[in-house]
């Protein structure tokens, strides 16, 4: 009797254990729908300072304490970057983006993505990060070939100054 | 709150009271939550051990051992591979049932708010220590969840580049990454075993080990289950595709698929919200506190019981503060005590055959003192009549709570002194006592209901004399939503007492001094 019943504790607590065992894995989910791919709109750049350094005088240098005296007043903040993203003629992703930092000092950053579905398309990037108001600094397009589940990454490369799609 | 803790109890009834048949009270697995929590942490713990000899850190080597140990070595490290997934399931599922079955039982306001408090950070912590065992693996599972753990902290403007970036394109990772994740699944785990105690460290005769049987019988099952399904990787991460189609363990990551279709900013908002709600719980709205238990040094010689019996740590023993001849007296800390009377029972000067004017005892309820127990007793039962006089000495948390007439309620039924059980019927105001308390497997003050049988048993002191006719007493373990069973219990009681042939009482005194004449109980009432 002791065997019978250790034998139908055994097997409701196996039951349970088996219940978590499957969802430990199931239903799985699918983050982007069949025969789509993402493309991925990432980069982390520093547009120009918001303006042009000032050669202080001799005058205001002395005026400064010993230890902080420098030639030149620099302002810290930096201008926002302006972003444009089309696929196939049409615009999908039209931002200014902010430098970041409590004093504005910082990089601007991106991270976007946009599930297309597979096959080709035209990519093209431009972006702003000087005090001009019109055109671009950089641009890119390119006609793309995108896979099932592929990710595209559309990134910027500050030490060539130049786009990639990677 | 009330409404939806009486519909979680009444839902736990329903499975409590079945798993109370098939493994007994003692062993039913949902009266053993904490403790279970506690050996699947362990189990975790060794198998993550022996895994760590097998595991290479590396964006490649990272998933080739663990192919290596699921794979060719699958009948000793993966089956503890299989051990260290499901048994970190399981104790996110001991955690979440502890927490709704702990809210059921009103078992989170008071004093208990501190247990309830550290149970916050604990699954925060237990999270933690999945998720980043999840990215070890480097899988396509470990891929997603590398990328939207990743989206979801770049969502908090503490960080300068976003995380997400090293995730999305090949050449950003380094091995370096792999040694880090290492680091923190064996550090957040250690915090989280620290922060456990600290969870436990207010309760008294914490239950951090479950049952043997029921260790063996979690350990021989978790054995099958995992031969039977072995935990398996989801195909190598692959950084230029999108983790798509992945297996997701449901228990560890729920809210990622709603980062989706939310975004990051709800689902943190949803985690704060849930986090807020639990840490203020305790106080929406707080439990009335009785007045603390107090000591009549008078009468405590500094036997230590109470010290013992309290399942609060609300009791301690001290230095002797009067000039009786004993080296420690009783100390209550107001704080921690619930006022639940289990003290009271447990003390030896806790007896209603005292003859002093005033009865008296070393630690008593200022809201409900042993003479006013005395007193109902007395006078519930001069209310008895009829053949089969049964008086019920019921728990407020129990299902005879409720009765009327022939019932006297109290915090706790351990409150009762066993004296109390032999006043009653050597007194004969009573031809039978009911003792009925909350479900075993869940008292409300945690170890009234074992306290009791235990004193009954003459297995823990103060014992229940040996000259009572225990088969004039019956003990009934039943919720407050189980009436009908206490009732039928109590009633079937009713109908074998009424059968008894009359008691033949014994006096305790000796034979002299039984002849003497004895007090009425009128007088003894009117004394006290």
């Not at chain 1, 595209?152 to 990677?166: C, I, N, Q, W």
């Not at chain 2, 935990?231 to 297996?247: I, N, R, T, W, Y």
């Not at chain 2, 439990?287 to 238990?293: E, G, M, V, Y």
């Not at chain 2, 007493?473 to 008894?500: C, D, P, Q």
């Amino acid at each position: 009797m002791k065997v019978v019943r250790l034998a139908a504790q055994f097997i409701v607590i196996a039951a349970l254990f088996a219940g978590v065992a499957a969802l430990s894995d199931w239903p799985s989910y699918g983050q982007i729908p069949r025969d789509t791919g993402v493309v991925m709109l990432t980069f982390v750049h520093g547009a120009d300072r918001k303006g042009e350094c000032r050669r202080l005088t001799p005058e205001e240098i002395a005026k400064l304490p010993p230890n902080m005296r420098r030639v030149q007043d620099c302002p810290r903040g930096r201008r926002a970057i302006y972003v444009e993203l089309d696929v196939d003629g049409r615009p999908v992703y039209q931002a200014s983006l902010p430098p970041t930092g409590i004093a504005g000092d910082g990089p601007s950053k991106v991270y976007q993505r946009f599930v297309l579905p597979a096959g080709k398309h035209d990519v093209a990037v431009r972006m702003r990060d000087t005090a001009r108001a019109e055109g671009f600094d950089h641009e890119r397009s390119e006609r793309v070939e995108l896979k099932p589940d592929q990710m595209l990454v559309v990134d910027y490369r500050p030490e060539s100054g130049s786009f990639v799609f990677r | 709150m009330n409404a939806i803790r009486k519909v979680l109890r009444a839902g736990f009834e329903l499975i409590e009271r079945p798993f109370d048949r098939l493994f007994s009270p003692a062993l039913n697995p949902l009266a053993q939550l904490g403790a279970l929590g506690f050996f699947f942490f362990w189990i975790v713990a060794v198998s993550g051990i022996y895994l760590f000899i097998f595991f290479d850190t590396g964006i490649e080597r990272a998933y080739q051992s663990v192919e290596y140990i699921s794979r060719e070595q699958w009948f000793h490290a993966g089956v503890m591979r299989s051990f260290h997934r499901y048994a970190s399931d399981l104790m996110v599922v001991m955690v979440v049932v502890h927490l709704l079955r702990e809210f059921s039982l009103d078992h989170y306001r008071g004093v208990r708010w501190f247990s309830w408090f550290t149970g916050l950070p604990i699954i925060w912590l237990l999270y933690a220590s999945g998720i980043t065992g999840y990215w070890l693996v480097w899988d396509k599972l470990a891929q997603f969840v590398a990328l939207v753990s990743s989206e979801l902290l770049d969502w908090l403007p503490i960080f300068g580049e976003p995380i997400a970036r090293n995730f999305v394109a090949t050449g950003t990772l380094t091995s370096r990454f792999f040694s880090l994740m290492v680091f923190m699944h064996v550090a957040v785990p250690l915090f989280l075993l620290f922060i456990m105690w600290v969870h436990i460290l207010r309760i008294s005769r914490p239950k951090v080990n479950p049952p043997r049987t029921l260790a063996l019988l979690s350990l021989a099952a978790l054995l099958a289950v995992s031969i039977w399904k072995p935990a398996l990787s989801q195909g190598p991460a692959d950084l230029a595709k999108v983790p798509d189609g992945v297996g997701l363990d449901w228990f560890y990551l729920p809210l990622y698929p709603l980062t989706e279709l939310w975004g990051n900013g709800k689902v943190w908002a949803f985690l704060g919200a849930f986090s807020l709600m639990i840490a203020l719980m305790p106080w929406l709205p707080p439990l009335r506190k009785a007045k603390a238990a107090e000591i009549d040094l008078d009468h405590c010689n500094g036997c230590a019981r109470c010290a013992e019996d309290c399942p609060y740590e609300a009791i301690r023993m001290v230095g002797r503060t009067d000039k009786l001849p004993f080296p420690t007296q009783a100390e209550v800390n107001a704080s921690l005590c619930v006022s639940c009377g289990i003290c009271v029972g447990s003390c030896p000067s806790s007896t209603p055959f005292r003859r002093s004017v005033e009865l008296k005892t070393g630690i008593d309820l200022p809201e409900y003192a042993l003479r006013e127990l005395r007193e109902r007793v007395m006078d519930t039962a001069s209310n008895l009549s009829g053949p089969g006089r049964v008086l019920v000495l019921a728990c407020e948390h129990g299902a005879a709570a409720g009765r009327l007439g022939d019932t006297v309620v109290m915090p706790c039924v351990a409150m009762a002194p066993p004296s109390l059980i032999d006043f009653i019927l050597s007194r004969d105001l009573a031809d039978g006592v009911v003792v009925a308390g909350c479900a075993e497997s869940a008292c409300y003050n945690r170890l009234g209901v074992q306290w009791t049988e235990q004193r009954f048993a003459a297995q823990r002191d103060p014992y229940l004399r040996a000259r009572v006719p225990r088969e004039r007493i019956a003990t009934v373990w039943a919720s407050a939503l189980a009436v009908g069973k206490a009732e039928a219990a109590i009633s079937e009681f009713a109908v074998r007492v009424a059968a008894m042939p009359p008691k033949r009482l014994r006096s305790p005194f000796p034979e002299s001094l039984a002849t003497r004449p004895a007090k009425t109980l009128e007088t003894e009432k009117g004394a006290t």
